[in-house]
């Protein structure tokens, strides 16, 4: 920025904005945030048809100022009903794309991705763990400035493989142990709208309910959708104690109710089933919406 002097501000001075009302730019939300402090970067994320994403970083001078302007415009109301949510940024540096076909090699993607992207550091292929005939690539760059220009690009549909595009988002830690939990539960156990006869298995559940309701939350937010409301219902016992549970997760903003079973274990760690059944069914819906938003 102009009369800046030095080197760029150390790590831990940038934060993340988030639910930014589409149509406000630049000329609002930088004196906005100079507020609280001295700004070095601001970059509000843009779709193609020049509305902006709905999320902004903003880089402070120093850590002290970051921190300033999470204590004052986190839930802050930009408008009436709209309040803003402002965090801490994680500089990630990992990609997922999904949606690719079934077909498509190692090689060829990594090909792909050299001709469209820079700083690419590694590519795992994986089978997709919730759509059939697909594949998911794990992309991991240099750096969050490497990942921001790929994730753009690649958003831009330059990757061009198949016929039907494809998703790509961050990779998050969370969702990533979420997907190797989910991976090992029959993809039977979910049924829309009907029953499940999966013979029970196993599902262990390390994370606790509250962490994923928050991302899950977070995700809906995200694409300005309202928070899940969970009805969950015993409806069989067996006798070596595992539960079958009916659930209905009703989204505010989302096109329908999503309902199905599940089978739950008994508990070692000290849980309800009710809670456990609630654990599972929400790692089933980040997974669904994961694809389906």
Do not use: C, H, W
């Given at each position: 920025p102009a009369g800046w002097e030095g080197g760029p501000p150390p790590a831990g001075t940038e934060v993340y904005i988030a639910r930014?009302?589409?149509?406000?730019?630049?000329?609002?939300?930088?004196p906005l945030f100079e507020s609280v402090g001295k700004l070095y970067e601001f970059r509000l994320m843009m779709t193609f048809s020049g509305l902006n994403r709905g999320f902004a970083y903003a880089r402070y001078a120093s850590p002290q100022d970051a921190r300033r302007a999470i204590a004052v415009f986190h839930r802050y109301q930009l408008r009436q009903g709209c309040a803003i949510v402002v965090c801490w940024?994680?500089?990630?540096?990992?990609?997922?794309v999904s949606g690719l076909p079934a077909s498509v090699s190692q090689r060829e993607l990594e090909a792909r991705l050299q001709m469209v992207t820079e700083g690419i550091r590694s590519v795992s292929l994986h089978t997709s763990p919730y759509r059939r005939q697909a594949k998911l690539a794990v992309l991991k760059y240099g750096s969050h400035e490497a990942a921001a220009l790929a994730k753009k690009a690649l958003m831009e549909g330059n990757l061009r493989?198949?016929?039907?595009?494809?998703r790509v988002d961050w990779l998050d830690p969370q969702l990533k142990r979420q997907l190797q939990l989910c991976e090992e539960e029959?993809?039977?156990?979910l049924v829309q709208g009907g029953e499940s006869l999966a013979v029970p298995s196993p599902?262990?559940?390390p994370?606790?309910?509250e962490n994923v309701l928050e991302y899950l939350n977070m995700m809906c937010w995200k694409h300005r959708l309202r928070t899940p409301l969970f009805i969950t219902k015993c409806v069989q016992v067996n006798p070596n104690g595992w539960q079958k549970f009916w659930y209905q997760v009703m989204i505010p903003?989302?096109?329908?109710p999503i309902s199905g079973f599940t089978w739950v274990s008994p508990d070692s760690q000290g849980r309800s089933t009710q809670e456990k059944a609630k654990l599972v069914v929400a790692m089933h819906i980040l997974l669904m919406l994961g694809e389906s938003l």
């Open positions: 930014l009302p589409q149509d406000i730019y630049e000329n609002t939300l930088i940024s994680t500089q990630k540096r990992e990609l997922v493989l198949g016929k039907e595009g494809v029959p993809s039977s156990n599902v262990t559940a994370l606790s309910l903003g989302y096109r329908v």
